[in-house]
C-alpha cells in the first residue's frame, strides 16, 4: 500500500521527466519564423552534446565548466546578446548565431563549433526556447541592420585612415572614455587644436587616460574593454569588420553603436586605426609605444 502511494506521486513526475525539453509542437519565433517540434529536438540533442557543459541545462550559463570562468558563459535565459550585427538591443538574425557558433568568440572559452546544416539550424532555434519573453509570439521583429558604407580609404590610403583615425579616436569619439589611450598628451593636445581650433590644458587629460575603465554591463560581472594592442578581440577579422563592430556597439556591454554619431569616413578611419593597433601586439612597437607614454612629462 505504501508503495502504492508513492507510485501516485511518482507518476506525474516520470511524465515530466520523460517530457522535458521533449518537444511535441511547433514554437512560433520573431520575424515570423516557425519551427517543428522535431527540429527542436534535434536542436536540444546537439546542444547538450556540444554547449551545455558551459551554457547549462537550463540554458542560464552555469554548466559544470562554467564555474570561474572568464567571461562567463552566456545566460540564455537573459535574451541578449553581444556580437550580433544588428542595432543595439534588438534581436539577432539566425546568420548572427551561426556566425558566432561556427567562428567563436576570440580569446573566450567560446571556440570555433564545426556544426552545420540541420543542426546548426536547430541549435540555434534551441537557444531561443531559454528566453521565450524574448522570442516567442508572432509579434516580435528581428533587429535592424546597416549595409556597410563604402570604404572611402582602401589600401592606396591606408596611412592617412590611420592618421584621421587616431585623432577621431582620441577626440571626436572620445573612445578613451573607456578604451585606453595611446597617443602622449601633446600629440592629443594637438589633435584637439587641429579639431576644436583649442589645445587642451594639462588639467583637461582624464586620469585614467592610460588605463581600462572597466564597465558594469548588463550580464552581471565586469566587462573588459580591451587594449587593441594586447588582447584579442571577440568578433574581429579584418578593417570591415571592425567597421561593423562600431556600427552597432557591443550590447549590453557599455560600448555603444557609432552608426550616424560620427561620419561613415571617421568610422573606417577609427577601423584602419584600431587595426593598426592590433597588428602591434608582440612587436617591438608596442613596447617603444608604452614607453613613450610611460616616460612622458
Ligand atoms: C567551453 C565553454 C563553452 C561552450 C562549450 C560553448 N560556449 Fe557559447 N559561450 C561561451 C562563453 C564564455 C561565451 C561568452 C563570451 C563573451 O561574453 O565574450 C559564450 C557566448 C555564446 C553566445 C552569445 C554570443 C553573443 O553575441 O552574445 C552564443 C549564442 C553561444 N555562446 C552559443 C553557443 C552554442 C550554440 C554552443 C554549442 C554549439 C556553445 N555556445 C558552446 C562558452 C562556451
Ligand atoms: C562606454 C564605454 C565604451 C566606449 C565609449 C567605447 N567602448 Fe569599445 N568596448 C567597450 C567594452 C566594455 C568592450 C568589451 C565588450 C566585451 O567583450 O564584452 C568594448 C569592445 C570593443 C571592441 C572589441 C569588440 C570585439 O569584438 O571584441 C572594439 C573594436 C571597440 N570596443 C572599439 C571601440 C572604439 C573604436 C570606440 C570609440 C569609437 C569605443 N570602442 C568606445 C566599451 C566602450
Known amino acids: 500500500m505504501k508503495n502504492l502511494k508513492n507510485l501516485v506521486y511518482l507518476f506525474p513526475l516520470v511524465l515530466i521527466g520523460c ?9 512560433t519565433f520573431a520575424g515570423g519564423k516557425i519551427v517543428s517540434a522535431s527540429t527542436l529536438n534535434l536542436g536540444q540533442a546537439t546542444y547538450t552534446e556540444y554547449c551545455v557543459s558551459c551554457h547549462g541545462v537550463k540554458g542560464d550559463g552555469q554548466g559544470t565548466s562554467a564555474k570561474g570562468m572568464y567571461p562567463p558563459p552566456r545566460n540564455f535565459t537573459q535574451g541578449i546578446y553581444k556580437f550580433a550585427n544588428v542595432v ?3 534581436l539577432p538574425h539566425d546568420e548572427d548565431f551561426a556566425r558566432i557558433i561556427k567562428h ?12 552545420t546544416g540541420e543542426k546548426l539550424d536547430a541549435v540555434i532555434q534551441y537557444i531561443k526556447t531559454f528566453a521565450p519573453q524574448t522570442w516567442e509570439g508572432s509579434d516580435k521583429v528581428l533587429g535592424t541592420k546597416f549595409e ?23 577626440i571626436t569619439a572620445a573612445c578613451t572614455q573607456c578604451h585606453r589611450g595611446y ?39 565586469k ?17 570591415p569588420s571592425i567597421v561593423q563592430r562600431l556600427m552597432y556597439g557591443v550590447n549590453g556591454s557599455g560600448m555603444p553603436g557609432w552608426k550616424d554619431v560620427v561620419s561613415d569616413e571617421d568610422l573606417w578611419a577609427i577601423a584602419y586605426y584600431v587595426q593598426y593597433l592590433r597588428e602591434m601586439k608582440d612587436t617591438p612597437a608596442r613596447y617603444e609605444l608604452i614607453n613613450k607614454i610611460e616616460n612622458q612629462k
Open 148 to 170: 556597410l558604407p563604402a570604404d572611402p580609404f582602401g589600401d592606396v590610403y591606408r596611412h592617412q585612415a590611420i592618421e584621421k583615425g587616431r585623432k577621431a579616436y582620441h
Open 223 to 239: 566587462v573588459v574593454p580591451p587594449d587593441f594592442t594586447f588582447h584579442p578581440l571577440r568578433s574581429i577579422t579584418d578593417v
Open 183 to 221: 597617443e602622449v598628451k601633446e600629440d592629443i593636445s594637438k589633435f584637439n587644436q587641429e579639431i576644436n581650433k583649442v589645445p587642451l590644458k594639462p588639467e583637461e587629460f582624464a586620469e585614467d587616460l592610460y588605463t581600462l575603465k572597466l564597465q558594469d554591463g548588463d550580464y552581471n560581472y
Open 104 to 115: 567563436g568568440l576570440n580569446g573566450t572559452p567560446m571556440l570555433p563549433w564545426d556544426i
Open 19 to 27: 517530457s522535458k525539453g521533449d518537444f511535441r509542437e511547433s514554437k
Open 88 to 90: 543595439s538591443g534588438e
